[in-house]
């Protein structure tokens, strides 16, 4: 049953997300630049370039199908109701049944298939590079987020992601060493999954080594503008399940609306915290050759199927 | 007494669990890793997580030959060794090797299955022990068969050591879930076995390099010269 509270929760979430996701890049963007000694751009600037793209002209290649014209507005489409079902700020979603976490990591395959066919749906071989090793990050990343969301779901017995935070969030404080090594397996796949660093750079063109900006060079204007939009709601999407499953102290619960306005300072010192740390790891690491990646994503599935034995072995 | 006794008890109890799950990581952490003086640096943060484990259960159990226990490994594991081993890499010129492996993925794969057999193996047995640790043997007994697998794998032989000494953490691990510490004697015996071991490995690596100009432990297997 929808009650007011949780309709106004679910709004305020799905407005929040949509606003803020910029933010964050430019909060994580500029404390990158401030710790490898550049000038910043402006904590704005996301916006900016969101507002420049809207108002250009999109340029569509002649043999393009309607695939590639489609595909930002389904990875939008997306990473919106990812937003929609993490809870960032209370866990009375009415949305949240329709999809558990299994479902999650489904959507977030929908995206990466439709934008990997938009890419070589060009046929330019940079497209289709991208494609391919998005794909190849894709299917080692999902896998440990799985084992990931499953440790925790074994924990709170539930794989809907609102119950697993709900539980989590309102039990007396335990020390879980399987969630601490989960954890570090989701950090991996986040920074994987985000294009960031040690995997990706999202700051540069260099042909032989990008990924996630092979795959969008052919798209300009709104629908770029779409598509650099959903890449930072995906990232405001994977802080937030990540803050909500290892420091869910502070999100509010069902029936306690006013929770909501403690949730909000909180959830936004947590998601500063985990912003500048985010820059951190880039800063101090170096990017890895692609061939490194398939190591690093099978660590981060060995570390959470050790959460998953830890957790039957220990019970905790 | 405080009224908050019982709750950082249980606190405590659990960060024993949490400590153990370090342990193994880091076991693990190691046989994924390819330079030398990382694995010294793991191999130290090791030490460091036993020493913690062992210093939890010697204040919840309230045994005192547990604290000296833990003043050993500290003094030994955290401190002596890991500054021996980076004399020794520094005078072996070996601090910025790369090690060539046979693909880790593969190893650490074996390495899964390593751990749940050990998790298998160990949880009988921890049903009959009434430690407080009791329920982290399987771990302890993981991180020894992994530390094992590390010492098959290797070819060269630093890392071989680091993986006998990362054994032997296990095997204290162990010796402290299931029994609430060896005795005092017993400890102190191993833990002089220990330090004159990685001495005499460590002429011993000198020996190798100076015969064959590498570390490659591959080159013992011949027995003559042709």
């Known amino acids: 049953m929808i009650t007011l509270s949780g309709f106004v929760s679910q709004l305020l979430e799905i407005i929040l997300a949509l606003a803020l996701a910029p933010l964050l890049t430019g909060w994580v963007n500029q404390w990158r630049a401030w710790l490898q000694n550049r000038s910043a751009p402006s904590l704005l600037q996301p916006y900016r370039v969101l507002h420049k793209l809207f108002n250009k002209e999109s340029v569509v290649a002649e043999s393009a199908s309607p695939i590639f014209r489609i595909a930002p507005y389904i990875v939008f489409g997306c990473m919106t109701l990812v937003c929609a079902i993490a809870p960032t700020l209370s866990t009375d979603l009415p949305l949240a049944p329709a999809a558990d976490t299994i479902a999650l990591v489904g959507l977030f395959a929908l995206a990466r298939v439709f934008i990997s066919l938009a890419a070589m749906d060009i046929g330019t071989s940079f497209g289709t590079l991208g494609a391919r090793r998005e794909m190849l990050i894709g299917f080692l990343a999902e896998p440990a987020l799985l084992m990931v969301l499953f440790s925790a779901s074994l924990i709170t017995q539930s794989t809907s992601l609102a119950n697993i935070v709900e539980t989590l969030a309102h039990q007396p404080f335990a020390i879980y060493p399987s969630l601490v090594v989960a954890g570090v397996a989701f950090t991996f796949v986040a920074l994987a999954e985000n294009a960031r660093v040690p995997v990706d750079n999202p700051a540069t063109h260099l042909e032989l080594t990008m990924i996630h900006e092979a795959l969008i060079l052919e798209y300009s204007g709104r629908h770029l503008a779409l598509i650099e939009w959903a890449a930072a709601l995906k990232l405001f999407a994977y802080s937030c399940i990540g803050l909500a499953l290892f420091f869910p102290w502070g999100i509010a619960g069902a029936g306690t609306p006013l929770a909501m306005l403690v949730a909000m300072p909180v959830l936004l010192a947590k998601l500063a915290i985990g912003g500048v740390l985010l820059a951190l790891i880039e800063t101090i690491n170096a990017k890895m050759r692609l061939f490194r990646v398939p190591e690093f994503l099978a660590t981060a599935f060995l570390l959470a199927v050790i959460a998953l034995l830890v957790h039957v072995l220990l019970g905790a | ?226």
């Open chain 2, 1 to 226: 007494m405080f009224f908050w006794e019982p709750e950082v008890n249980t606190l405590l109890t659990q960060s024993i669990n949490l400590f153990a799950t370090g342990l193994l990581v880091l076991a693990f952490a190691m046989i994924a890793q390819r330079r030398i003086l990382t694995l010294i640096h793991l191999f130290t943060l090791q030490g460091a997580s036993l020493v913690a484990a062992t210093l939890v259960v010697a204040y919840l159990t309230d045994q005192h030959h547990l604290y000296y226990s833990a003043a050993i490994t500290f003094a030994l594991k955290v401190v002596l060794i890991p500054i021996l081993l980076h004399r020794l890499i520094d005078r072996l010129n070996v601090r910025w090797d790369v090690e060539t492996l046979l693909n880790i993925p593969t190893t650490m794969l074996i390495g899964i299955v390593l751990v749940i057999f050990a998790f298998n193996l160990a949880a009988p047995i921890a049903v009959l022990s009434n430690s407080i640790a009791r329920g982290t043997l399987g771990i302890a007994l993981a991180s020894v068969l992994l530390s094992f697998l590390m010492m098959i794998v290797r070819a060269k032989a630093v890392p071989q050591v680091i993986g006998f000494l990362s054994m032997e953490n296990g095997l204290f691990f162990a010796a402290t879930a299931a029994t609430s510490g060896m005795p005092m004697l017993v400890e102190l015996g191993i833990a002089f076995d220990v330090l004159v071991g990685i001495l005499i490995l460590g002429v011993f690596m000198f020996q190798i390099r100076e015969q064959f100009d590498s570390l490659d432990i591959r080159h013992l297997e011949k027995l003559k010269e042709d």
